[in-house]
Each structure stands twice: as C-alpha cells, then as structure tokens.
C-alpha cells in the first residue's frame, strides 16, 4: 500500500489524481488532502476517500469543513504549517505536488527534505526555488514530474539518467506546445480578449491561472526553466516545438540522429498513473491513442513577437538567481489582475516586461532570498497593475 498526500486536492490535478486512486483501492490509500477554499469538495473527497487528515486555508474553512464532515475520524488543520506536516508525515509516502503557483512551494520543498516520493505538478515551486529544491531533492527524495511534457522527457530519457550537460548522448530536449487558443488569432486583436476566452484550451481542461499561462506561452517558458533544473539542460539545449494537436508530449533529441517521444490522448491521469506507480505501469482510465484517427501532426516555430512572455522566461533562466523567481511572481499578480478583469491581456506581458527591467535579482542562496525576491516582484508588479488599471 502506498499512503499518499495530495497538496490541491480540489484542482484539475488534484481531481484526475483521485481518479487514478480510486481505479486502485488495493495499491493506493489517501493519508491526507488539502484544498485552499473550496470546503464543499473538499468534504465530499474525505467521505468516498476517509484521509486521516484534511487541510484548508482558513481558520473559517477548517470550522466549515469539521462542521460538513461532523462524525467522520478526519483531522482537520488549516494554513502552510499544516500543509508542510501533511507533506513531509512519516504517515506518508507519496505526496502529489499540485497547489498552483507559490503557494505550493514550502509543503513541496518540506515533501522533498522528508525524502518522500514527490509526484511534481506545481511548476512555479520549481521554477522559483530551482537549485535549491534539486539539492534536497538529491538528498534523499525521488522526483518524478506531472507537467505532461517533463513526463514525456522523462519516459523518454534512458533510467537512472544523470541530469547532467550531454549525459547519455542527449542533444537536445524538444519541447512541444500547443500554442494555446490564440496560436493562429490575428495579434491586434489579443489586446480585447476576455477571460474566458483565455482560458478555453484547445486540448486540455486545467484551473485557470495555467490556461492563462498557455495562452500568453508562459507556461511554456516556466516549463523552459521546470525542463533546465529536472534535467540538467543548458538553455540552448531547451527547443519549443509548436505541436498544436499536443498528441506528441515532448521530445528527447540523441547525438547519433534519433528522436524519443512519448504520445498519448492529451489527459494527465496518463502522466499521474505514470508517476504513481513508477517503474511498474497502471491503467489510467485514459483511452488508448488511435493513431488511424489522428489528423496530420504539424510542427512549427514559436512566433516570439506573438508570444513575448516565452522570450521573458529564456531571459529569465539566462539571467539566473532569483530572476525566475521574479518573473514568476509578477506572472501570479498579472494573471489574477487579468483574470479579475483589471487590466487586458496585452497588458501581461507589459507587466511582466517592467518588473523584469526595474527590478534587480540576486543570488538565490536559500529560500529567504527567494521569499524575498516574491514579494518584492509581487508589490512591483500590482503598483504596475494599479497604474494601468487607473489609466
Ligand atoms: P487548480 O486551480 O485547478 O487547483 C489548484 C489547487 O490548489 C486547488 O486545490 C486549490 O484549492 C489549491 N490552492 C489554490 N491556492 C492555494 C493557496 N494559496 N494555498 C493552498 N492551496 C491553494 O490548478 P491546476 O490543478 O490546474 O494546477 C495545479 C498545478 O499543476 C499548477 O502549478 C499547474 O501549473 C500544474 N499543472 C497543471 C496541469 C493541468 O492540466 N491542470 C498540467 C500541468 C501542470 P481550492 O480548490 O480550494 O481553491
Ligand atoms: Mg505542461
């Protein structure tokens, strides 16, 4: 039995993780779930999943939950100390990372220096604390990455690969994208986008701050430095591949001419079901590819000018330090500001731009300086947010 802790129960990820687990009753056991402010699903995991613990945000939502879970053995906790205990529990062995954004990063880290098996969804933890999380990771935990496209790379690398500049013959690592739903929308007009809009993938239903980051290709560049810290590849090594039916997850390149990848119906129970049971294979629930069915697989060169938040996160992973770390926390505060309507879609990148050039980064030498660096990146940009909000 493994016991597992899942950090953003109530999300995409979260949801399709509990998925996977309940296919499984007899390999897989819910030791803890955690929520930030959505009590009423929250409670109805603990009833079909009984963890022996649940964690929320507030001191409200933990009165709310106790209340709807009234005559059930769960213990209920709320706020980031509960969220590290969870994590790094000798009750657990397995903790899915899937809080979105900084949120996420000091129970993923506590999951790390605990030595459990960490099932790594939330990418903005890695990209902000980078060197510092793969330290304690190498220490005595396992990673084993979520993000569609790491798992792919993953699957595609040899085992025990070694993260390490040109180990085992590797080229490059091509990275493939969807191109969000804007890929072929005529660029004077983003600038009028809604929300709504934003947030319609073409390929794949996720929470709405990563569909933001798929339609400005954020996401695409915090993957950029999440593919350099799991793997070991030096920017130039990193290739964004524009692969608008995402059917391809990603790509290892070889020195002797071949190309690895890994396909599959664009689900992430495939990446989870991976992860969970590594190196023995489960079923996901996820229907197997059909490749008769398949329309023509294209491929193309991402369009910076269309896309200047990709360029921001090369920038960004160049720069290095605390950077990351910047461009992240003024990517939340931006996305939030367009997600509540404040400021335009166009107005992300602007942000994003200004914090990057006002504001200098330093050494990330422990996770002071990153904390830091957040909230100094995160009062630059809403002072920036507010100003085009006034205007
Ligand atoms: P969702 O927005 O759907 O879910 C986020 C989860 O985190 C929810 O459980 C939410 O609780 C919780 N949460 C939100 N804010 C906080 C906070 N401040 N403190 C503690 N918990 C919080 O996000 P996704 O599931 O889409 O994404 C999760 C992570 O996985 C992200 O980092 C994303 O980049 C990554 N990822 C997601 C993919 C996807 O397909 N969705 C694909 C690849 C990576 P509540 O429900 O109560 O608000
Ligand atoms: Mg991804």
Known sequence: MQRITILGATGSIGVS???VLARHPDQYQVYALSAHSRVDELAAQCRQFRPQ???????????????????LPVDVSYGEAALC???????????????????????????????KKVLLANKEALVMSGQLFMDAVREQATLLPIDSEHN??????P???AREPGAAGVAKILLTAS??????????????????????????????????????????GLEVIEAHWLFGAAPERIEVVIHPQSVIHSMVSYVDGSVLA??????????IAHALAYPDRIASGVAQ???TQMAALQFYQPDYARFPCLALAFDALRAGGTAPALLNAANEIAVEAFLERRIGFRDIDRVLRRVMDENAHGAAGDIEAVMAQDARARQAARDIVAAIARA
């Open 17 to 19: 993780t509990l998925d």
């Open 85 to 115: 205990e969870i994590a790094a529990s000798d009750d657990t062995d397995t903790v899915m990372a899937a809080i979105v954004g900084a949120a996420g990063l000091a129970p993923t880290l506590a999951a790390a220096r605990a030595g």
């Open 289 to 291: 590819l059909d490749l």
């Open 179 to 220: 191109g969000g739903p804007f890929l072929n929308r005529a660029v004077e007009t983003l600038e009028a986008v809604t929300p709504e809009e934003a947030c319609k993938h073409p390929n794949w239903s996720m929470g709405r701050k990563i569909s933001v980051d798929s339609a400005t290709m954020m996401n695409k």
């Open 159 to 161: 085992a025990g690969y």
């Open 152 to 157: 792919a790379i993953f699957q595609s690398l």
């Open 53 to 71: 613990r649940a964690v929320v945000g507030s001191a409200e939502a933990a009165l709310e939950l106790t209340r709807l879970l009234a005559g």
């Open 262 to 271: 890994q396909l599959g119906n664009p689900d992430m129970r495939t990446p």
